[in-house]
């Protein structure tokens, strides 16, 4: 294979595979280096690739939300992780999840059996020449965070992120907990209800827990999306209430009235032998999260498989760094993609990816540009992040990064707010049916 039809990628997490994956079957000869099995992070657990360190949801999955809009563009565009995740769906409700460890097999096993990606375990210490794709994580290790920000006109910053507790089906107590999906959405998560004495005994036990110290943890600095239990508690007593430990649609059949605080469990694995606890992130030392999360009702006894961690996040300073397609802008050709490009969540990690993936074996095989514009979930996306803002922070794709519908003389807004997101996710997707022979241009039958 011709040298100029090769490209390096960095990283095998979610953004990384995806990124391979999609120069793979365009016909680019890919180096894909990842750490692990030689080296592991404090969050990883396995030497598989697209490893899920926190929660197992992909999220909503419905077009009225932004992150399921998202999943259809990607779905459209052969997205390597969508379609592992789909074949390892477990029942969530409106929700994607999946079981992380078939979710992770498979993914690995496909980018070692694809004839045109050669895996390199071992860690990669500096920024290797164009063409390459960075997708070393929000857990980059400190040789590599180091040469990353020698880069020209880029700003390192760093936040921190946290994983909830795991527990086993078999150690809780089914006489205190219900099965129900809020709203009647079905019955796949289990529910712990919470009256109004036992919900104020448990903040006040979350409020006097010790917590684990970690080197230059700042509340401020933990990204919204993943605050510690114990974090919302200090904000306010009843800000648990109106947020992960939300009663509101969740009054199962035969209860006159809803609970005043309910948690959430979630199936954690395609054998249902483990749920997580949603929303539950947290930095209590592990004997404290036993003694407060066991004053759950229906968790008493619970036996935990995981217990919460919390660890280092870092992300760059994309605008000004990076152009909408996640390209350096001083350095053509050198692509970053994930959560350290300041995108949050699964999701959003892994379409970048699949944009550098797309864009750069474009650039490789001299193909114009493919246009990802601002009214579709992936291109606001990439304007998000590429945009001049001094404020830059991590952030999950919402409806509100999107173009809005135009205004049409005569024609009257929508003022539905579900109508008008299935509107505007009608319109990205029309747009990608319109370019699917495009977005296949450059694809091999091998792949």
């Known amino acids: 294979m011709p040298e100029e039809r090769s490209a390096t990628v960095i990283g095998a997490g979610l953004a990384g595979s995806e990124a391979a994956w999609q120069l793979a079957r365009r016909g680019i000869r890919v180096i ?18 697209a490893e899920l360190v926190c929660s197992n949801s992909f999220r909503g999955d419905r077009l009225s939300n932004a992150v399921g809009l998202l999943k259809e563009e990607m779905r459209r565009l052969d997205s390597l992780i969508l379609s592992a995740a789909e074949n390892h769906r477990i ?26 990606i050669t895996i390199l375990e071992q860690e990669a210490q500096d920024v290797p020449e164009s063409p390459v794709i960075i997708a070393t994580g929000p857990l980059t290790s400190d040789a590599m965070a180091e040469k990353i920000a020698a880069l020209p006109g880029l700003e390192t910053l ?41 919900y104020n005994a448990f903040i006040d036990a979350l409020l006097c827990a010790e917590t684990a110290e970690i080197h230059g943890f700042e509340e401020n600095r933990v990204f919204e999306g993943c605050m510690p239990i114990e974090s919302m508690a200090r904000r306010g007593r009843m800000v648990p209430a109106f947020g992960p430990m939300k009663p509101v649609g969740l009054r199962a059949p035969g209860m006159d009235r809803e609970p005043f605080a309910v948690v959430q469990l979630r199936q954690d694995d395609a054998a249902d ?17 036993k003694r407060v999360f066991g004053m759950i009702p229906g968790l008493e006894n619970a036996v935990f498989a995981r217990y919460g961690v919390m660890h280092r996040n870092t992300f760059l300073h994309s605008p000004g760094f990076l152009n ?4 350096m802008i001083h350095r053509p050709g050198t692509y970053f993609a994930g959560q350290m490009t300041g995108v949050e969540g699964y999701v ?41 803002n001094t404020r830059f922070q991590p952030m999950n794709c919402a409806f509100g990064l999107i ?45």
Not at 273 to 289: A, H
Not at 440 to 447: A, I, L, Q, R
Request: aromatic share 10%.
């Open 32 to 49: 894909l280096m990842e750490m692990k099995p030689e080296k592991m992070s404090p969050a990883h657990r396995t030497p598989l690739f």
């Open 91 to 116: 029942p969530a409700g409106g929700a994607l999840a999946v079981d992380r460890e078939g979710f992770a097999r498979e993914v690995t096993e496909r980018l070692y059996s694809h004839p045109m």
């Open 158 to 198: 760093n936040f921190y992120d946290a994983a909830a507790p795991v527990v086993t089906r078999e150690s809780l107590d089914f006489s205190r907990i219900y099965r129900y999906s809020r709203y009647g959405r079905g019955e796949d998560y289990l529910n712990c209800p919470m009256n109004e004495a036992e």
């Open 273 to 289: 032998t483990l749920y997580n606890l949603v929303g539950f992130q947290t930095r209590l030392k592990f004997p404290e999260q």
């Open 324 to 327: 909408e397609q996640f390209e």
């Open 348 to 388: 959003e990690s892994a379409a970048s990816g699949l944009i550098c993936g797309i864009s750069l074996a474009r650039k490789i095989l001299n193909l114009p540009n493919l246009d990802f514009p601002g009214f579709t979930a992936l291109g606001a996306m990439g304007r998000y992040i590429s945009t001049p």
């Open 403 to 447: 173009d809005p519908l135009p205004a049409e003389p005569g024609k009257r807004r929508i003022r539905n707010k579900a109508e008008r997101y299935e509107a505007i996710a009608a319109r990205a997707l029309e747009y990608w049916s319109r370019m699917s022979k495009t977005v296949k241009e450059g694809v091999t039958e091998e792949s």
